[in-house]
């Protein structure tokens, strides 16, 4: 078992089982992975190696012949996430030390799922842009190029799962923000449906962009991992439909017929321009979806000028959700600055206006693709960026409008609270690219069996990146 690090982490909580190894032993080669490989990547904010090992023990000595699928599997939670007792700073240097005291429902989920976290992956500032690169601290960086961003915002956790640190970790998403990552680290990432995972006691934003979802290597273990986090919880203001009978994972192998899939390829925005790689990676997905026996169909998909303004006035007024002092703005970074004084210009009513309209935009894109099981498009519109390639011009403004036109897809799904996918099909010059799959509400079943057809057609996981 001296790699463990290729294993999947199903395959993990199998050695586990069986007695091939302890959960101590992976625990302690996860963390050496992390001290090695980890600073490197920028994936890690910090590691808690005592903490692990200790809940390595109990579970080695309690036994794990019953446990679930996962149990002592090694993971990671986002630095976004609140773990009491962890330092969890959010990516801004005006939290560091701060130490929560209570933990977010997730955090409480994986660890009854036997899961065990050696720490907190990186993040960028409050976790608004789409790659990591927080004040004082190094970049996140995708392992098949460490020159390229990992992406955001759970760029750490995607350097972590790509690299061989994890099997397996914790994301969130509030506008593709574990999609992005997923395809430039060349890996599955789910984007679950709007209330699937409890995001109490005091997560959650109130427009409901932002969910819970994992980053793997497989499809298999991502259905795993929503076994494990998508559990109801009283008070959660969103309901989605039940998951499906025995699970995520149990229902991966049964198929329930050809799927009805929607190709988009153009953008859905003005001002972005798709890579031809980007571009070829969806098209030849749809070829392997009808090949499968899907039917395939090109659409026209345009998000309303209107819409498009409304998601990006709820997301300057969500970046004030972080309380700073305003003796401490100056110390924010300039896209956080940059946000926040936009946010503070939208009066109340304003941003219930943008709300409404989400909301009204949103039963329009339903019903628009209410006749296909899934809409394919390319995950971002450009292959993995050079750190600094975001923020090179020095204005915020432009930085943001740079990140809007590299990922124009990722936030529909936000605002229409589906679920989504990106899956590693498809690679360019050395370079992961990723497509998505967009699915109706509570239908994360449809997305993970359409992923799993691909995967078995072209497995993707034997690449590995040049990491040592």
């Known amino acids: ?113 036997g899961t065990i976290s050696i720490g907190k992956t990186a993040v960028p500032e409050f976790g608004l842009p789409c790659y990591t690169e927080p004040a004082g601290a190094p970049p996140a960086v995708t392992p098949w190029d460490r020159t390229r961003s990992a992406g955001g915002s759970s760029g750490g956790a995607a350097a972590a799962v790509a690299a061989g640190i994890l099997p397996v970790a914790h994301g969130t998403d509030g506008g593709g923000s574990i999609r992005i990552p997923a395809s430039v680290c060349g890996l599955v ?62 229902g991966l192998g049964h198929a329930s017929g050809p799927r009805r899939i929607a190709l988009a390829v153009d953008p859905p925005i003005d001002g972005a321009e798709v890579h031809p790689a980007c571009r070829g990676a969806a098209e030849d997905t749809a070829a392997m979806l009808a090949d499968l026996g899907h039917h395939v169909e090109p659409v026209a998909h345009r998000l309303p000028d209107d819409v498009v303004d409304a998601f990006l006035t709820l997301w300057a007024v969500l970046s004030l959700g972080d309380p700073v002092d305003p003796a401490d703005e100056p110390r924010l970074q300039p896209l956080t600055r940059h946000l926040r004084a936009r946010g503070r210009e939208v009066a109340g009513a304003a941003a219930m206006a943008a709300l409404h309209t989400v909301q009204t935009a949103t039963r329009t894109l339903v019903a628009e693709r209410a006749a296909y099981d899934a809409v394919l498009t390319p995950t971002v519109a450009l292959p993995p960026r050079p750190i600094g390639w975001f923020t090179a011009g020095g204005d915020p403004a432009d930085d943001f409008a740079r990140q809007i036109a590299f990922t124009p897809w990722t936030a529909i799904a936000n605002l229409t609270g589906e679920p989504a996918i990106s899956l590693p099909t498809s690679w360019s010059d050395g370079l992961p690219i990723g497509v998505a799959l967009r699915g109706r509400r509570g239908e994360e079943a449809v997305l993970l069996g359409l992923g799993a057809e691909l995967e078995a057609a072209r497995p993707w996981v034997g690449r590995r990146p040049p990491v040592v």
């Open 1 to 113: 078992m001296s790699d463990l690090h290729e294993l999947s982490a199903l395959e993990t909580g199998a050695a586990i089982r069986r007695g091939d190894v302890s959960a101590l032993e992976v625990v302690d080669a996860a963390l050496e992975r992390a001290d090695r490989l980890g600073p490197g990547l920028g994936a890690f904010t910090v590691l808690t190696p005592e903490r692990a090992r200790d809940a390595a023990r109990a579970l080695d000595r309690a036994g794990v012949a019953d446990g679930g699928p996962l149990a002592g599997v090694p993971t990671a939670i986002k630095d976004l996430t609140a773990t009491a007792g962890v330092p969890t700073a959010r990516g801004s240097v005006l939290n560091a030390g701060h130490v929560p005291v209570h933990d977010d429902d997730v955090v409480g989920l994986l660890r009854a799922a």
């Open 189 to 250: 990432g789910l984007k679950t449906t709007r209330g699937r995972v409890p995001a109490g006691p005091a997560g959650g934003d109130p427009a409901g962009l932002s969910v819970h979802g994992p980053l793997a290597r497989t499809v298999a273990d991502a259905a795993a991992f929503l076994d494990a986090i998508g559990v109801p919880a009283p008070g959660e203001p969103f309901v989605p439909a039940p998951p499906p009978p025995g699970g995520y994972l149990a």
